[in-house]
Each structure stands twice: as structure tokens, then as C-alpha cells.
């Protein structure tokens, strides 16, 4: 059993940066991701790490802007989101992944928060 907890988050003006930390209890050698969602819409996978930390990914929409890292000696991943647009707008979650890999399976997700970018 896992447990994520997440911080951060909030509203930011557009270009803007915030940081997400996501902490995790019980069984903690796990790939993490962090995912976004917008209603009617799929949560997306915006990032991903594996435990060791030596593979990332990201997709295009946030390439460059988004970056994923890990303390493993605190149990907490990070997301740090600069250059912020009003289309990244939307409940952020973090996840335990299952396996590394698309369409990256998810065992356990966070509460989730919500950011919000205003133009």
C-alpha cells in the first residue's frame, strides 16, 4: 500500500512558475508520475521518473518548461512548472506507476490540487 500526499499548487499569472511535491508513505520504491486533468478530458501524463531517477519523460506540450525530479532519502517527487500558460489549467495528480512505459498504468494517485494560470 502506498500513500500520496500532495503540496502545492494554486494560481499563478501566466509565465509564472510553481512547484508540486508529492510525498509518499508505505511502499515507496516506485516510478512516479505526475498527470493533469481538465473536465471532459483524459488525465494526461505530464511527466514521469523512474526510482533511480536516470529516465524521464514528458510530452510536447510541456517539454522544456516541466521538469520531474526525486529525493528518494525524503520520499518526495517534484514537479516544477515554469513558463506557465493558461492551457496547463487543471487538477494536478501524482502517481505511483506501474511498470515504466505508455500508456503508464497508474497503482496509486494522490489527492490531487488544482493550478490554475491566468492570462
Known amino acids: 500500500q502506498v500513500q500520496l500526499v500532495q503540496s502545492g499548487g494554486g494560481l499563478v499569472q501566466a509565465g509564472g512558475s510553481l512547484r508540486l511535491s508529492c510525498t509518499a508513505s508505505?511502499?515507496?520504491?516506485?516510478?512516479n508520475g505526475w498527470f493533469r486533468q481538465t473536465p471532459g478530458k483524459e488525465r494526461e501524463c505530464v511527466g514521469a521518473?523512474?526510482?533511480?531517477?536516470?529516465?524521464?519523460y514528458y510530452p510536447d506540450s510541456v517539454k522544456g518548461r516541466f521538469t520531474i525530479s526525486r529525493d528518494n532519502g525524503k520520499n518526495t517527487v517534484y514537479l516544477q512548472m515554469n513558463n506557465l500558460k493558461p492551457e496547463d489549467t487543471a487538477v494536478y495528480y501524482c502517481?505511483?506507476?506501474?511498470?515504466?512505459?505508455?500508456?503508464?498504468?497508474?497503482?496509486?494517485w494522490g489527492q490531487g490540487t488544482q493550478v490554475t494560470v491566468s492570462s
Open positions: 502517481a505511483a506507476l506501474r511498470g515504466w512505459g505508455k500508456p503508464w498504468p497508474v497503482n496509486y
Open positions: 508505505g511502499r515507496t520504491f516506485n516510478n
Open positions: 521518473i523512474t526510482y533511480g531517477g536516470s529516465d524521464t
